[in-house]
């Protein structure tokens, strides 16, 4: 596991969403991938927002799916506020590298700008 300093966020938008795929999809050969991705584009259009953590070389190693808790995909009265409706670090080698956290944090920082 490459240090902190190696660690991009990537965010997923729907020109790029093919580019990066759907996390939990990454086989375009996969049936049912394109349908996947097209469905994420609707879903960024509609404002939920992809953000995936890369090393150095591309390889990813988490993601966080959220959007305003308004147009979420569960019955939730909390306007102003994000929910976060996946989050996920893929192997056990990169856990308790606080990547969880960096996620969170860009999150809040998003909540802050919005």
Not at 49 to 54: G, H, N, R, V
Request: proline fraction near 4%; charged fraction near 25%.
């Amino acid at each position: 596991m490459k240090t902190a300093e190696h660690i991009n966020l990537l965010e997923v938008t729907p020109l790029n969403v093919e580019d990066y795929g759907v996390f939990c999809a990454k086989n375009k050969k996969a049936p049912g991938y394109a349908e996947k991705v097209n469905w994420m584009r609707k879903k960024l259009n509609s404002g939920v927002k992809l953000l995936i953590l890369a090393d150095g070389q591309g390889k990813q190693l988490g993601f966080v799916e959220y959007s305003p808790a308004e147009s979420c995909r569960r019955e939730l009265d909390a306007p102003g506020y994000l929910f976060v409706q996946c989050i996920y670090i893929t192997r056990k080698a990169s856990r308790n590298q606080n990547l969880g956290s960096k996620l969170l944090k860009a999150i809040e920082e998003d909540a802050r700008v919005s």
